[in-house]
């Protein structure tokens, strides 16, 4: 297809070649019977013809000199050839489109100037040719300003529906996210809760039947293999770019008075003892505050149940002017050799997206710390 595209590409040549000749060969046979005026008649001709090649590189240039070739012509006495107009008609087209409006309008003003002239007026049919001539010019001017206004309004529009559909991505994205964070620190915590409830009902209870104690080891592999089978959903969530409704949340998130609801439950299991230590200045905080702590909190007592099972774990929240501390440390063996899970990069990305800071290691007399750092502003105090 390149023949098509250099084809193409040298129209103006060409175009400024067949008008040219085809404007110069009508001129000299009007003035065979005027030998006197025909070399001028010629070269105006050709003069509204040959601007055609510079149609592409100076636009507004080449429709003003074909257009002063033409209104010198008539001012001469040379009746403009059809070639030329056809010639003038597609430059002041193209110069409509690719300048400017005022260029348009400077181009079209001498031939109304020329319409009001007494040149015009005293020659016979010479108004109603320079009304004709002013108005296929306006025209031509206005269809190619029009041409160029609805191209440029096409693709703002179709910026505006880029960013559009980015931004969407973008809050799609984030909304997956924290649908996946979400489905982790809850449905994990219970999930974990069923492993160790079976696996505690089948050690603590005296007497239980083999088949009771087979069910109960059922039971809790049945909750481990879906907390992987979870896992690996979740993972995908994280990395899926497909846009998909979003189910409103119908039930009030917890805050941080929750915790001691969420501490019950890590007693009643009896794997260990949960302390919740409070110092600082209490006062409630932004609702976004306190969900990140409440989930970071809730993420690492399912890992403290998970990695240090009958470990004791203290929870720390500390009120400081300027930010909330958050530790949660258990007294078990340390930090696993295994690779960290979606529950460390949770906490890491709910610390983050709330301003704050979060840093998880082994502790300095052992077993493992989570500590949060997150800001407050000065009016949620």
């Known amino acids: 297809m390149r023949w098509t595209a250099n084809l193409t590409a040298g129209w103006p040549w060409l175009g400024a070649v067949v008008l040219g000749v085809a404007a110069v060969a009508e ?10 005026v025909a ?24 429709a003003a000199l074909s257009g002063s070739a033409c209104l010198l012509g008539l001012f001469l006495g040379a009746f403009p050839p059809a070639a030329g107009l056809v010639a003038l008609t597609v430059l002041y087209l193209n110069a409509g489109i690719r300048r400017e409006p005022w260029t348009g309008l400077v181009l079209v003003l001498p031939f109304a100037a020329y319409a009001v002239t007494p040149v015009a007026a005293d020659r016979p049919g010479g108004r109603t040719l320079a009304v004709v001539l002013f108005a296929i010019t306006a025209l031509t001017v206005a269809g190619g300003a029009a041409y160029r206004a609805r191209g440029e309004a096409q693709r703002q529009a179709a910026a505006n529906q880029a960013v559009q559909d980015s931004l969407l991505e973008h809050i799609a994205r984030g909304e997956r996210a924290r649908i996946a964070r979400e489905l982790h620190d809850v449905v994990a915590h219970h999930i974990s809760l069923i492993a160790v409830q079976a696996e505690a009902a089948r050690l603590t209870t005296p007497g239980m039947p083999p ?6 080891v059922a039971i809790g592999d049945t909750a481990r293999t879906a907390l992987t089978e979870m896992r690996r959903l979740l993972g995908v969530l994280r990395e899926d770019t497909a846009t998909a409704p979003v189910t409103p949340v119908r039930r009030p998130q917890p805050t941080l008075q929750n915790l001691t609801e969420l501490l019950d439950e890590v007693r009643d299991l009896g794997s260990g003892s949960a302390r919740l230590i409070v110092s600082g200045p209490v006062a409630p905080l932004d609702q976004g505050i306190e969900l990140t702590a409440y989930r970071i909190v809730q993420e690492a007592l399912t890992n403290a149940r998970r990695h240090a099972a009958g470990a004791a774990v203290d929870v720390e929240l500390h009120y400081r002017p300027d930010a909330l501390l958050v530790r949660v440390r258990d007294s078990g063996p340390g930090p696993s050799v295994a690779a960290p899970g ?11 997206m709330a301003g704050g800071q979060l840093i998880a290691g082994p502790g300095r007399t052992g077993g493992f710390v989570v500590e949060a750092v997150l800001p407050i502003a000065k009016g949620d105090q």
Do not use: C, Q, Y
Request: avoid cysteine.
């Open 27 to 36: 001129s000299a046979v009007r003035t065979s019977e005027h030998p006197d």
């Open 342 to 352: 979606h529950g460390l990069a949770g906490m890491l990305e709910r610390a983050a």
């Open 39 to 62: 070399s001028f008649a010629a070269l105006t001709a050709l003069a509204m013809a040959a601007p055609l090649a510079l149609a592409r590189l100076w636009p507004g240039i080449a």
């Open 211 to 216: 088949e009771g104690a087979k069910r109960l």
